[in-house]
Every structure is written in structure tokens, then in C-alpha cells.
């Protein structure tokens, strides 16, 4: 496998997603935005997404280790590794994931929350996997925050409403996953199989690549796939920024932030 990626963050503040791949393996994850709030933890979510990142990575580098087990083993390890922080905290820093990993023929899949996992199958078709049961949850909270333009004090004090609510179910068993502190999100990701000669290729990519075909509506997942084949991850990045700059303040496309952290790994055989 052929992994080529990038990630590039969606304003000033640091890149809360990350990335990484191997000739087996691709991942990636979306830290979760904490709108300003407490976390309980001292690190922040950089830290907390580059940790989990590597040691997902290492934890999967064991092929009879499977996808769940390796993201629980890395959330054991990545907990004990800041036990002075409050863990308990609903605010602790979480993540989606994101992992494609390539077994001889065989590719197996992991998504936990909104990353998709998206497959170019060599009859022309694509395939998206995601989790999207974070939509379920609060939907007046989060027409609140989109009934604003970014950038106002509406829209910041609304979305802090919504983070705040979202805590309160978040990895409950009335709420959604995510990869926080606790290993038993792990149980709850969507995984699967694809045969390798089914694929043409892959793609494993946050949010903030795939709203471009999902929210903004700007592009097919054919068009994604011709980019990312001709001119790469990159490109397709400045593509999705491009979209934004013209629509600064979400008039058109209301959403939490102008610009979110973009991220995109592409497989290729
Ligand atoms: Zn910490």
C-alpha cells in the first residue's frame, strides 16, 4: 500500500487532527474542538491526538492484533501516560478515528465518529464509512449555532451550549463515541472488511475534507478521487479552502468554524 497525506489546519490555531501511515496502515484523527471550555487535562488536544496517533500506529504494527483492541490498547496507554490530569473530566480531550489497514488481500476498516473511510471500488462505484450518530444527538443546539455567522458572539456562545450539552453525552450509551480516556469507546466503532481486488483505491480523511461532497455539496466523491489521483492531497485541501473563502462567515454553508482542520490520507496499490 501507498499512503500519500496531508493536513493542514482549518485557521491560527494548531492542527487538532493528525495523521499517519505505513505500508499497512492508514489513520487519522479529528481531535474534538473544546470551544474554549475546560478540559481537565494540561496538555491540550495536539498532544492528545499525536499520542494516541503513534501509539494506534505501534499498537496495530502487530497483524493478529485487531483494529478495536489495537484503539483500546493505545487509549490504556495514552491515559497512563497523564494520569495527573482529571480523566474523568467530560471535557477530556476526545477524537474520531479514522484506520485502514491492509491485510495481504484483505483491507479492514475502523471509523468511530465523523472521519469517513471512503473506497474507489474498480467497478467505478465508491463506498463511504462513517459514523454519523453524532448527528442524532442535540439537533436544536446545533440549529442554534448554524441560525448564526461565524466569527459573532452568538454563534461562539451557542456553540459553547452545544460542546457542553455534547459532553454530557458523549460515550454514554444515550449519547455517541469517541476516543477519550475511556478504552471501552473502542467496543463501539463501526468496523469491516473489503477485498483488495474489489478497490482501486482509498482515501481516509476528517470532516473537514469530506464536507466538500457532504455539506457544501461543491464536489462528487469521482471529482475527490480524480484530485487526489492527479495532483494529490494537498491540492484537494486547497481545494476545500478555496470553497470556504467564499463564504467567510457561513452564510451559505453555516457551520462551527470558517475553516476546519483538513486532513486526508490517499491509498493506492
Ligand atoms: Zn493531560
Redesign the pocket.
Known amino acids: 500500500m501507498r499512503v500519500c497525506f496531508d493536513s493542514l489546519a482549518g485557521g491560527a490555531n494548531p492542527n487538532e487532527d493528525w495523521v499517519g501511515g505505513s505500508p499497512d496502515l492508514a489513520v487519522v484523527l479529528d481531535g474534538l474542538s473544546t470551544a474554549g471550555l475546560s478540559t481537565g487535562?494540561?496538555?491540550g488536544v495536539p498532544?492528545?491526538v499525536a499520542h494516541l496517533g503513534g501509539h494506534l500506529m505501534a499498537a496495530l504494527a502487530e497483524p493478529s492484533v485487531t483494529l478495536p483492541d489495537g484503539l483500546a490498547a493505545a487509549l490504556e496507554r495514552v491515559a497512563a501516560l497523564?494520569p495527573?490530569?482529571d480523566l474523568a473530566d467530560p471535557g477530556t480531550?476526545s477524537a474520531t478515528v479514522a484506520v485502514l489497514r491492509q491485510r495481504h488481500a484483505v483491507l479492514d476498516y475502523l471509523v468511530l465518529a465523523d472521519s469517513p473511510v471512503v473506497f474507489e471500488g474498480t467497478d467505478g462505484g465508491h463506498t463511504v464509512i462513517t459514523d454519523l450518530r453524532v448527528d442524532d444527538v442535540l439537533p436544536e443546539l446545533r440549529t442554534e449555532v448554524e441560525s448564526y455567522e461565524t466569527h459573532t458572539p452568538g454563534h461562539r456562545e451557542a456553540l459553547q451550549r452545544l460542546v457542553l450539552a455534547q459532553r454530557q453525552v458523549r460515550n454514554t450509551p444515550d449519547g455517541y463515541w469517541v476516543a477519550g480516556a475511556n478504552p471501552e469507546a473502542a467496543r463501539h466503532c463501526l468496523t469491516g472488511s473489503a477485498k483488495l481486488s474489489d478497490v482501486r483505491s482509498a482515501a481516509v480523511m476528517s470532516d473537514g475534507v469530506s464536507r466538500l461532497v457532504t455539506e457544501y455539496g461543491m464536489a462528487t466523491w469521482e471529482d475527490i478521487f480524480a484530485t487526489l489521483r492527479t495532483d494529490g492531497p494537498r491540492r484537494l485541501i486547497e481545494t476545500v479552502r478555496k470553497t470556504e473563502a467564499t463564504d467567510p462567515t457561513g452564510r451559505r454553508w453555516p457551520r462551527y468554524k470558517s475553516g476546519d482542520d483538513a486532513t486526508v490520507a490517499y491509498c493506492q496499490w
Open positions: 487535562c494540561r496538555h498532544w492528545f497523564h495527573e490530569c480531550p
